[in-house]
């Protein structure tokens, strides 16, 4: 009987072990093919991005959006393969050498109102981090398999959240946005 108990242990622990590997693995191949699609997009003129895999995490990627930028000094952007089969997209707007921050804004819930605004009108939502920091994000569910078109039309809207970020400047600091 002991023995019998112990088979079935077993059979339940290697069955239970198996799965966190084979999801992982999963997760190494959508990052392997995020991959890909970064590289390709991000040479193209209308995204210009060199993306690099972050070095705090295997499952990041990271990039910088410099060019055409009016209001913002760069949009920083943050690439994610999740643990739940999802890829979100964070971009920090970087202004006057920082990120936005709710807490250092000159009208914090005029801030916190336009984003919310914008979140209802904009293909991108906004959120601010637990720092505080500005950020406005997408996230891509993967249940219908690797959504490669969706991502680079993501990466080519990106670009698009400068002018808003010259909407928010009279809450950030008082100045009027540039056009």
């Not at 921050?101 to 981090?129: E, I, P, T």
């Not at 249940?143 to 809207?157: H, K, T």
Request: proline fraction near 3%.
């Amino acid at each position: 009987m002991r023995l019998a108990r112990f088979f079935a242990v077993l059979l339940v622990a290697l069955l239970l072990g198996g799965q966190p590997a084979q999801a992982q693995s999963g997760r190494d191949a959508t990052r392997e093919k995020l991959r890909q699609v970064l590289d390709t997009a991000g040479a193209r003129s209308d995204v210009n991005v060199t993306f690099r895999q972050s070095t705090k995490n295997p499952y990041n990627f990271v990039g910088t959006m410099t060019t055409g930028m009016r209001n913002s000094d760069n949009l920083e952007i943050v690439v994610s393969v999740t643990k739940s089969d999802t890829i979100g997209f964070r971009v920090y707007p970087h202004y006057k050498g920082g990120y936005i921050n709710l807490g250092k804004a000159r009208d914090n819930n005029g801030l916190m109102r336009r984003l919310l605004y914008l979140s209802d009108q904009n293909f991108l939502f906004w959120g601010a981090d637990d720092t505080a920091d500005v950020f406005c994000g997408y996230t891509v569910t993967l249940e219908s398999g690797f959504p490669q078109d969706a991502i680079v039309v993501i990466l080519r809207s990106i670009r698009n959240t400068d002018k808003y970020v010259g909407e928010m400047r009279p809450f950030i600091d008082g100045t009027a946005a540039v056009s």
